[in-house]
């Protein structure tokens, strides 16, 4: 699947400094890569996209931040028995002679089932229908406001605080994002693993919460400690996560964990989203 590639890599060897003139517009004008994290998150992206040529790797990640897997329409279907969902959005990359080549995120596609191992963040089981819809409303009235994002399926979410009071007769406002491509199990997890972030102090404190800012500065552990909740909430509530793959990424944080918090943590989101789901949702 690389042809492509191959023929973007020799038109940019033979046109660099039109190329460059591109890249230094890119640059100025969108201003994603103005910060060392930004440049950081550009180069990890390019790194996991191996079958795609470096410079078509950028432009994927300008239109589609936590792309994981991408490949155009006949070569889903050649190689995978998958077609392309109604309605996708085609991204665009160069081709020489093309001008340019679409291809689709692998969350565009349908068909034959693929392995977990070729999604970022599987999950296993049954989210009640429109349960999210409630869950929405819920976290709105608490003054946390939920966003639909559309990522790649390497990007799950994000958890920040939106604007803070300093009051304790007021909640401060939260915001989540949660990516609109993602099966409801995944967008449940994902949930729950942001949530906890906010309510483990990571995104500042919260008198009227009880919240106290607690953010490691090893960010191992912080990781550790919002997945270890959601795989906790998500497992009692029914839900399978994957959450073991995540976790050995940090497994030196273990040592650090307090449980306690994590329990109540668990305690308090199990609370707010009113779960585990009660069987009549399920089947009813």
Request: neutral net charge; contains cysteine; proline residues 5%.
């Amino acid at each position: 699947m690389s042809d492509f590639d191959e023929d973007a890599n020799h038109d940019l060897l033979k046109h660099d400094e039109p190329s460059r003139a591109i890249i230094d517009q890119l640059i100025a004008d969108t201003q994603l890569y103005n910060t060392a994290a930004r440049i950081k998150e550009l180069l990890e992206f390019t790194a996991r996209l191996r079958h795609i040529a470096p410079f078509n790797a950028m432009l994927l990640h300008i239109q589609k931040p936590g792309l994981s897997y991408a490949a155009r329409g006949k070569d889903w279907k050649k190689r995978f028995r998958r077609h392309i969902k109604e309605n996708a959005r085609p991204l665009v990359i160069l081709r020489n002679f093309g001008p340019v080549e679409f291809v689709y995120d692998i969350l565009d596609t349908e068909g034959p089932d693929l392995p977990d191992s070729a999604f970022a963040f599987p999950a296993a089981g049954m989210v009640p229908f429109k349960w999210m819809i409630e869950a929405e409303r819920r976290l709105r009235s608490k003054s946390i406001e939920l966003a639909w994002i559309d990522h790649g399926d390497h990007s799950a979410g994000h958890a920040r605080r939106l604007h803070n009071f300093n009051d304790h007769n007021q909640l401060n406002e939260f915001g989540i994002g949660i990516n609109r491509n993602h099966p409801p199990t995944t967008q449940a997890v994902t949930l729950f693993h942001e949530l906890a972030h906010v309510y483990l102090g990571h995104c500042g404190a919260d008198e009227k919460r009880g919240i106290k800012f607690n953010r490691p500065s090893d960010y191992a552990l912080l990781e550790v400690e919002a997945e270890t909740v959601a795989y906790l909430v998500a497992k009692r509530t029914g839900l399978t996560p994957r959450s073991e793959s995540y976790l050995d990424r940090y497994q030196g944080a273990f040592s650090k964990l307090d449980l306690h918090r994590i329990m109540k943590v668990a305690s308090a989101l199990e609370k707010l989203l009113d779960l585990p789901f009660a069987e009549s949702r399920l089947f009813g």
